[in-house]
């Protein structure tokens, strides 16, 4: 018998290599080479097709796109408002749905919960379980209140069974919890390895796109923060959608990164309480911490997550270090505070070079507009001269390398939202500043970093 052929995929990014290497050649990453078997090029003349492919496969018709219909795509709303909102309208017909986040965050809860609703309202549903048993879920419905659920539930993880299933049961909607612990007996490797996630996420979309089930992946995180293993997963499903937040607070964001079917970057929220996930329709305020008086090392700004306005505060603690001062974020991009502490320097005379830096974006955020250097700035100078910002103080705007402050998208609503929760001062960008004056917000725009420094200082 012939050897079989195998390849080396990177567990990293998929990418794949004919030999073993150190260093992944497509993402560079180190130790995350693998071995497969490779899969059997279908017939042969798959490449090279001497004498023409129309002899080899029928010519398909094609068709102008104008005459071709565009439907809008059927949704179904799940029945939880903030889902639905990060989904796009609902649950779309033949739409894979990957959703991820770290251990214990909410993920079977939301889905247990979604599938109730969908149950409810007359769609069939089906609930495969990897994780748990039958009684742990059972369980878990009896904590939700919704033990006469009628949602059909399976325990199983290989998945031909769970195909099988599927065809005889015929549910509109199907969720894998999770695709980690699901594997195929077509391949060798263990469950959760890059080789069978890809695989069975391959014949879970192929059965959706074919029947028109939606499919719901549940993935894990890996403590990198990436879906585990394969980032391939990412580019086989219409929707990722991603959870956040600490678990040790109450709060949770779903967070759309990707949407065929609708806007990316619109979050869900949702408060863990003892009876599940209940939305929270009016976020803005959730992310400030409550201080009796104004501390030194913090500042609020405001965030345009999606399509609503969110102020978060964002804390710095600037502390004496030692030979080599650590820079720390949480929340926020690290190399970006790097560069701010540099700019801080050079264009504000604010020398950070031997203490150390913490700088954390409250309630477990995360936070990745530039609009929020200012704030972090202005935290962080807060923090070195032991001197608290104002009461009722905001400030957001993206700063330059050469020291200018940029506007953020949006100032306006940000703006507004802040006057409406009671603010009272902001330091924002010059052509954020609004041409008529909102009701109880002195802003003080600026055009330059030492500018903010220099109105905060008189304050
Ligand atoms: P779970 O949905 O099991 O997380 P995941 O599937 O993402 O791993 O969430 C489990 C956590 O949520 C667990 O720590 C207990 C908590 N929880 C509540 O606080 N209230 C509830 O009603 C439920 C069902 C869980
Ligand atoms: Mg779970």
């Known amino acids: ?69 565009a439907q809008d795509v059927a949704r179904t709303p799940s029945g939880i408002d903030e889902l639905d909102r990060v989904l796009g309208g609902g649950i779309v017909e033949g739409g894979v749905v990957l959703i991820g986040g770290d251990p214990g965050i909410g993920k079977s809860t939301l889905l247990l919960q979604a599938m109730d609703a969908l149950q409810r309202a007359g769609l069939p549903t089906l609930y495969v ?28 993880i290989q998945l031909e069974k769970i195909l099988a299933t599927v065809e005889v ?3 509109a909607v199907v969720v894998i919890d999770s695709i980690q612990t699901t594997y195929s007996d077509q391949l060798t490797s263990a469950p959760g390895s890059v080789a069978q996630v890809r695989e069975c996420a391959a ?7 074919g029947t028109g089930i939606a499919v719901i992946l549940v993935g894990h995180v890996t403590k990198e923060g990436a879906l585990a293993g394969p980032r391939v997963l ?35 929220v949702f408060a863990m309480t003892e009876k599940g996930l209940k ?10 911490s409550q201080h009796s008086e104004p501390v030194p090392g913090s500042c609020v700004m405001v965030t345009l997550e999606g399509t609503r306005p969110l102020l978060v505060e964002i804390q710095a603690l600037v502390d004496t270090g030692g030979p080599s001062p650590r820079r720390l974020s949480v929340g926020l991009d690290k190399d970006r505070l790097a560069m701010l502490l540099a700019v801080l320097h050079r264009h504000a005379g604010v020398a ?21 250097d200012l704030a972090v700035m202005l935290a962080i100078t807060s923090s070195l001269r032991g001197k608290a ?51 109880g917000l002195t802003i003080h725009a600026v055009e330059r970093v030492d500018e903010a420094m220099d109105v905060v200082r008189g304050m």
Not at 29 to 51: D, F
Not at 203 to 209: I, S, V, Y
Not at 279 to 288: D, E, K, T
Request: charged share 20%.
């Open 234 to 268: 990412e580019h086989m499903v219409d929707t990722v959608l991603y959870f956040e937040g600490d678990t040790h607070s109450q709060f949770r964001l779903v967070r759309a990164i990707k949407n065929r079917f609708g806007a990316v970057n619109e979050i869900g």
């Open 279 to 288: 939305g929270v329709s009016n976020p803005s305020a959730i992310f400030l």
């Open 169 to 171: 049961t015929q549910p």
């Open 129 to 156: 379980t990897g994780e748990e048993s039958g009684a742990q879920v059972a369980l878990r419905s009896r904590r939700l209140g919704i033990d006469g659920s009628q949602v059909q539930l399976l325990a199983e």
């Open 1 to 69: 018998m012939a050897k079989e052929k195998t390849t080396f995929t990177c567990t990293e990014c998929g990418g794949t290599s004919p030999r073993w290497l150190g260093k992944c050649p497509s993402c560079g990453a180190w130790n995350t080479l693998i071995e497969q078997v490779a899969e059997a090029a279908p017939g042969k003349n798959r490449l090279s097709a001497p004498q023409g492919y129309a002899g080899l496969a029928n010519v398909q018709p094609v068709l102008p796109l104008a005459a071709i219909e």
């Open 352 to 372: 950070c070079m031997d203490q150390d830096v913490f700088v954390n974006a409250v309630g477990g955020v995360r936070i990745s507009e530039p609009a929020a």
């Open 389 to 439: 910002l104002p009461r009722g103080f905001l400030a957001f705007g993206e700063v330059g390398l050469a020291g200018e402050v940029r506007p953020a998208p949006r100032g306006q609503e940000r703006l507004k939202e802040a006057a409406k929760l009671g603010f009272s001062v902001a330091v924002v960008p010059k052509a954020n500043a609004p041409k008529k004056p909102i009701e």
């Open 203 to 209: 014949h879970l979309t192929r059965m959706a796109k």
